[in-house]
């Protein structure tokens, strides 16, 4: 089963795929070893922070199993709006990994000898040159 990971290491997120059976019954919160996704990561420690399935409902740590259950919400997962007094029924994945899930989100909890980045193959490219003042400042003349 090939999962697409997010994983979050400070404020740079890193996207790839992979097939990781060993993920199966892991619940959101639980620390792994970089090993279990890869021989790649080796070193390295994630925590699961979230989930989606195929249909796109997100999982939520409060709800146990890995059922999808129609609950009744005011804030926080799953909900665009915040509104004052608003409550919404939403579709919400439960807290277990199973075969249903498409995206896996990551945080790293102990880094290994290289960046993520280069793990992947995916440096970062530096921001292009801005322009300089004086352009910026010249307004357009017209015909």
Known sequence: ????FEIAQG??????EADSESLIGKKLGEKFSG????????????EITGASDKSGFPALARLEGAVVKRLLLKKGKGMKTKGQGLRLKKSIRGNT???????INLKVTKAGSK???????KEEKPKAEEKPAEQAAAPAQQA
């Open 1 to 4: 089963m090939a999962f697409k």
């Open 11 to 16: 404020k740079k997120v890193c996207h790839f």
């Open 35 to 46: 090993d279990e996704i890869g021989s790649q990561f080796a070193g390295y420690e994630f």
């Open 97 to 103: 990994l199973d075969m249903d899930i498409v995206q």
């Open 115 to 121: 960046s993520i980045a280069e793990i992947l193959g």
